[in-house]
């Protein structure tokens, strides 16, 4: 089968178009050291909207399964093979369509990194405020897909709150358009919001119109240490209650700090086991102004307030630090009520001793979004088993808090059946029925976002 799919879809995308279905480089993401990895049956590049709608055409046509891929720095599997199929990736589709900076908003293919897109409104005087990890690599379909976040969405909200408008390929293979260059629009479903975050399993997005704003005049980070989570959850609270609104509320905990420390600019103070991180910006008296609020609200029980210069530079290093401790890791990204957060945090420790695993955590404080991780090393696969339990405790958590099983990462594949955990059976069922008008023959990302665990899991 792999051969004559390899040569019906190089009919459609010509030399180049189309991979073996071994090429080992799109059958994982970043949950790979996780032991996640799928098989496929071809890879398909296409090069044009068009040519993506061919390809979802043929096989929605031959019945074969689509799995719509991206940058591949997913920590869900969403963008993994299940069981064969046609591997999409949208790597090719990298134009700018439009960019218009008078008017606040650039229209780019999904192939498009968002570090381009951050890169090309920074040059016209403007911003793209959302910021996930390996902007690098990660591209603005995939982030569109899993709707990302990031700590700066605090603020600014995650990707959906900067799409206006999408084109999609919908089964069984019809390019079409949903939103604009509009900034408002309220005739009809929000087709739209239904598409961002459904991870494929609706539609390959193949562009999308993003809003921009004009760039903050000043940034101004700081950063404050606590004895303990208590202390420092009490000046998150403290913060959000003193109506100062920060750009980025971030958080530590004792395990995340210890192994990122070495790094920290300036040094950890002794006696430190949490941290939190905040930035202030805007016009430079409003950002200035702000600094001083989040310091003053931070100052209460810290055991030293800084504003080091590298501050979000040494924040990008921190999960490579974490997983460095053990060779790897198993992190997860629920979300709780931020007057919970404390809860998590401790809880996420003893769910891993639990299960005899080393836990910290670290995240979007002022989200209550908690990477709750599990420390494993590289090949041990009874750890990972034990961090795979680990971590359907930490969803049950999640849920019992009055929270989500996943905050901005997605469920993919690794949380297939977690959704039960917090949504009722009526709400499960409708969630299916959607996905059954768009996706009739279950190919489009089968095995993710709503999907049942199979029999067995």
């Not at 090309?120 to 990302?148: C, H, K, M």
């Not at 004009?214 to 403290?238: H, K, M, N, Q, T």
């Not at 100052?299 to 307030?305: C, S």
Request: charged share 20%.
């Amino acid at each position: 089968m792999s051969t004559s799919v390899e040569r019906d879809l190089a009919r459609l995308l010509g030399d180049g178009g189309v991979l073996p279905g071994t090429a080992g480089a799109y059958l994982a993401d970043a949950t790979e050291g996780r032991g996640v990895r799928g098989r496929a049956d071809a890879v398909a590049l296409p090069g044009t909207a068009e040519e993506v709608a061919a390809v979802v055409a043929w096989c929605y046509e031959h019945d074969v399964a689509i799995v719509p891929r991206g940058g591949g720095t997913g920590f869900a599997g969403g963008a993994v093979p299940v069981d064969g199929g046609v591997v999409l990736s949208l790597e090719r589709l990298t134009r700018t369509r439009s960019l218009d900076p008078g008017l606040w908003r650039a229209e780019v293919e999904a192939g498009v990194t968002t570090a381009t897109v951050q890169r090309r409104a920074r040059e016209e005087g403007l911003f793209f405020a959302v910021d996930p990890g390996a902007a690098e690599q990660s591209q603005i379909g995939g982030n569109v897909a899993t709707n990302a976040g990031g700590p700066h969405t605090f603020k600014y909200g995650v990707t959906g709150a900067w799409v206006s408008g999408l084109e999609v390929v919908l089964a069984p293979g019809e390019l079409v358009r949903v939103g604009g260059p509009v900034r408002k629009d309220v005739a009809g479903y929000d087709l739209r919001s239904l598409l961002v975050g459904s991870e494929g399993t609706l539609g390959v997005i193949t562009a999308a119109w993003l809003r921009l704003l004009p760039a903050p005049e000043l940034r101004l980070p700081v950063a404050a240490f606590y004895a303990d989570a208590d202390a420092g959850c009490a000046a998150i609270s403290r913060v959000l209650g003193s109506g100062v609104v920060p750009a980025a509320l971030e958080f530590l905990d004792a395990g995340a700090l210890r192994a990122a420390a070495r790094a920290f600019p300036g040094g950890v103070p002794d006696g430190a086991g949490f941290l939190v991180l905040a930035e202030a910006d805007g016009a430079a008296d409003e950002a200035r102004r702000v600094h001083g609020e989040l310091g003053e609200a931070l100052a209460d029980g810290a055991l030293a307030v800084v504003a080091p210069d590298g501050l979000w530079r040494w924040r990008d290093g921190v999960s490579p630090a974490v997983s460095a401790q053990r060779g790897g890791k198993v992190s997860e990204d629920i979300a709780v009520p931020v007057d919970r957060l404390a809860e998590a945090i401790a809880e996420t420790v003893e769910i891993g001793a639990r299960h005899g695993l080393e836990a910290l955590s670290w995240g979007h404080a002022g989200d209550g979004n908690v990477h709750s991780t599990f420390l494993v090393g590289r090949d041990d696969a009874p750890g990972l088993d034990r961090a795979s339990a680990a971590a359907q405790e930490l969803f049950a958590l999640a849920a019992r808090l009055g929270g989500t099983v996943s905050g901005e990462h997605g469920i993919g594949l690794v949380k297939r059946g977690a959704l039960s955990l917090q949504a009722p059976e009526a709400v499960l069922r409708l969630q299916e029925d959607i996905k059954r008008v768009f996706d009739p023959k279950g190919l489009l990302n089968p095995g993710k976002k709503v999907a049942r665990p199979a029999r067995g899991e």
